[in-house]
C-alpha cells in the first residue's frame, strides 16, 4: 500500500495562482496516473484533472495537473483564482489492488 | 449523460446491516468499472470498494474489508454495496462513482449525488 499526502490548507488571493502538492509515500508516483477531485460544502466530488494533466471537458483551463518524479508528488495549479474556486481538492490515485485518497488540502480565496 | 443516483441509505443500528444501490443511466453499464467512496463528517474522501468489468473483480478499502460486499447486476444497470456489521465510523455521505474509460482501471471519473448513512442506536 502507499499514501497520499496534502496540506491541510492553503490561502490565496483571487487572481493569484496556487499550486497544490501531492506526495507519494511508497512507490513512484508516475507508476499510476493521478487524478484530482474538487468537493464544495453540500455538493458531490467533482473531478478537475486526470490522468496526471487531463482536464475533462467543462473545466475552466485555469485548472492544471503535472507529476514530478525528483520529488514524487503531483500537483494542481489553479490560476487567476476567483472565489468559485474555494473548496476542498483531493488527489488521488492506484496500485493493483487499491484506490487511495489524499487527506484533501482546503483551498481558501480572501 | 451520464446519470448514477444512489439510494438505500438511512438510519442503521451499529452491528447491523444496510444496502446502498447505484442505479446508471446513460451509458453501456457492463463495460464500466465502479465505485463506492464515502465521506464522513468532518472528514476527507475515503475509498471503500470496486467492481471491475473483467469477471466481476471486487477491491475493497481496509476499513470495510470482510464487512462490506460490492456487487453488479449488469441487466438492472445497478451497483450495490451491501454494508454488514455497521460502526460509528461508517457514518457518511455514500457516493456511487464510474470510471472514465470502458475496460479500464484507473480512478472514479463521473459522481452520483450521494446518498447518507447514519449509524447510531
Known amino acids: 500500500n502507499f499514501m497520499l499526502t496534502q496540506p491541510h490548507s492553503v490561502s490565496e488571493s483571487p487572481g493569484k495562482t496556487v499550486t497544490l502538492s501531492c506526495t507519494r509515500n511508497g512507490g513512484s508516483i508516475a507508476s499510476n496516473y493521478v487524478q484530482w477531485y474538487q468537493l464544495r460544502p453540500g455538493s458531490s466530488p467533482v473531478t478537475v484533472i486526470y490522468e496526471d494533466n487531463q482536464r475533462p471537458s467543462g473545466v475552466p483551463d485555469r485548472f492544471s495537473g503535472s507529476i514530478d518524479s525528483s520529488s514524487n508528488s503531483a500537483s494542481l495549479t489553479i490560476s487567476g483564482l476567483k472565489t468559485e474556486d474555494e473548496a476542498d481538492y483531493y488527489c488521488q490515485s492506484y496500485d493493483n489492488n487499491n484506490q487511495v485518497f489524499g487527506g484533501g488540502t482546503r483551498l481558501t480565496v480572501l | 449523460e451520464v446519470q448514477l443516483l444512489e439510494s438505500g441509505g438511512g438510519l442503521a443500528q451499529p452491528g447491523g446491516s444496510l444496502r446502498l444501490s447505484c442505479a446508471a443511466s446513460g451509458f453501456n453499464f457492463w463495460s464500466y468499472g465502479l465505485h463506492w467512496v464515502r465521506q464522513a463528517p468532518g472528514r476527507g474522501l475515503e475509498y471503500v470498494a470496486s467492481?471491475?468489468?473483467?469477471?466481476?473483480?471486487?477491491y475493497y478499502g481496509d476499513s470495510v474489508k470482510g464487512r462490506f460486499t460490492i456487487s453488479r447486476d449488469d441487466s438492472k444497470n445497478t451497483v450495490y454495496l451491501q454494508m454488514g456489521s455497521l460502526r460509528a465510523e461508517d457514518m457518511g455521505v455514500y457516493y456511487c462513482?464510474?470510471?472514465?474509460?470502458?475496460?479500464?482501471?484507473?480512478?472514479?471519473?463521473?459522481w452520483g449525488r450521494g446518498t447518507l448513512v447514519t449509524v447510531s442506536a
Open positions: 467492481i471491475s468489468t473483467i469477471e466481476d473483480t471486487t
Open positions: 462513482a464510474r470510471e472514465r474509460e470502458p475496460y479500464v482501471r484507473g480512478g472514479p471519473f463521473h
